[in-house]
C-alpha cells in the first residue's frame, strides 16, 4: 500500500515538471528528434530493471506481448509524445499541462471499453467538470490561446488514455517496469524508421507542402548543446524512465482511480512552477479552469478511494 502512494509521488513530481523543462528547449531541438531521444535514453535506463523482473517473474516474452508492446510503443510513444511536444511550441506550457490532466476521465470511459470496467455516476460527474475546466481555460468568447497548441494537447491526451488502458491490462502479468520498458524500445524504433523516412526527397517535400516543415529532414543529432544537454537528460531518463515507470508500478499497488492522483495534483503544481521558472501568469479564466478540474478529479478520486475502505471494513478478520 505505501509502496503505491511512493510511486504516485515520484510520478506526480516527474509528469507536472514535464513541460516547465521541454519550454526551456523548446525550439532547439526537433519534436519527433526530441521524443526519440527522452523514450531510447528511458528504454537503456529501465532495461536492467525489466530484465531483473522478467527473471523474478520467470517471464518470457512471446510474439503476441511483442506485438502488444509494438502497438503499445506506436500509440503512446511514436504518436503520442511528438503532438504533445508539438503543443508546447504552440501555447504555454501550464495550458498544455492542465489540458492534459483531463486524462483520468479518459482513461475512464477507455477503461470500459477496453477492459469492461464499470462506469459510475462520480465519473460522469468529473466528466461534466472536466469539460467546463477545459472551456474555461480555452476561454471560447475571449479566445487568446493558440488554438493549433490547444488541440493537439488534448489529441495527446486522448491517445496518452489509451496508452495507459493497454499498459494495464499487462501490468499484472509482466510488471511495471516491463510494460513500460518494452513501450518505449518499440516506440524508439518506429520513430527512427520515421525519421529515416523523412530524409526521402518526396517525403521530405510532402510535408512542407503541408505546412509542417517539423516533419522533413528530421535531424536525429543535431541541435544538442551541453547546455540544453541537463534538460534532454531529465526529460528522458527522470520523466520518460522514471516517471512513466512510476506510473505504471503505481498500478499494480493501487487501483487505477488512486493513481489518478498523478493528475489530480498535477494541474494545480504545474502553472506554479510554469510562473515560477518561465513568470508565465495565471489569468483568472485558467484559474477557474484548474480548479473545475481539481474538483472533477477530487470527484472522481474520492469516492473511489472511500469505496475501498468501505469494502475492506466489512471483510470478516482472521
Do not use: D
Amino acid at each position: 500500500m505505501k509502496k503505491g502512494y511512493f510511486f504516485i509521488l515520484i510520478a506526480t513530481i516527474a509528469f507536472s515538471s514535464m513541460e516547465v523543462v521541454l519550454k526551456l528547449i523548446a525550439g532547439e531541438v526537433n519534436p519527433v528528434q526530441l521524443t526519440l531521444a527522452r523514450f531510447s535514453i528511458g528504454f537503456v535506463f529501465l532495461a536492467p530493471v525489466a530484465v531483473y523482473t522478467l527473471k523474478k517473474r520467470s517471464k518470457r516474452l512471446n510474439r503476441k506481448s511483442v506485438a502488444y508492446f509494438a502497438l503499445l510503443g506506436l500509440i503512446g510513444i511514436a504518436i503520442c509524445m511528438p503532438i504533445y511536444q508539438m503543443s508546447i511550441n504552440f501555447t504555454e506550457s501550464s495550458v498544455v499541462a492542465v489540458l492534459f490532466s483531463c486524462n483520468p476521465v479518459f482513461v475512464t470511459f477507455f477503461a470500459f471499453m477496453i477492459l469492461k470496467e464499470p462506469i459510475k455516476r462520480r465519473h460522469l460527474a468529473a466528466l461534466s467538470l472536466e469539460i467546463l475546466g477545459t472551456l474555461a481555460i480555452i476561454n471560447p468568447l475571449h479566445i487568446k490561446l493558440n488554438m493549433v497548441g490547444v488541440g493537439l494537447a488534448l489529441c495527446s491526451t486522448v491517445l496518452f488514455s489509451i496508452y495507459g488502458v493497454m499498459g494495464k491490462r499487462k501490468c499484472a502479468e509482466y510488471g511495471g517496469a516491463v510494460v513500460t520498458c518494452f513501450s518505449f524500445l518499440f516506440g524508439s524504433v518506429i520513430i527512427f524508421c520515421f525519421i529515416l523516412i523523412t530524409h526521402i526527397p518526396a517525403v521530405a517535400g510532402f510535408f512542407q507542402s503541408i505546412g509542417l516543415p517539423s516533419f522533413a529532414q528530421i535531424p536525429i543529432l543535431e541541435g544538442y548543446t551541453l547546455q540544453n544537454l541537463p534538460y534532454v537528460l531529465y526529460v528522458s531518463a527522470g520523466v520518460a524512465g522514471v516517471g512513466f515507470c512510476a506510473y505504471f508500478l503505481a498500478m499494480e499497488y493501487q487501483p487505477a482511480s488512486v493513481v489518478s492522483l498523478v493528475y489530480f495534483f498535477k494541474p494545480a503544481l504545474s502553472p506554479i512552477l510554469a510562473w515560477m521558472v518561465h513568470g508565465e501568469e495565471i489569468p483568472g479564466n485558467m484559474l477557474a479552469g484548474i480548479l473545475l478540474i481539481l474538483a472533477g478529479s477530487f470527484a472522481n478520486i474520492i469516492p473511489g478511494i472511500l469505496e475501498i475502505r468501505r469494502a475492506k471494513q466489512q471483510m470478516p478478520s482472521n
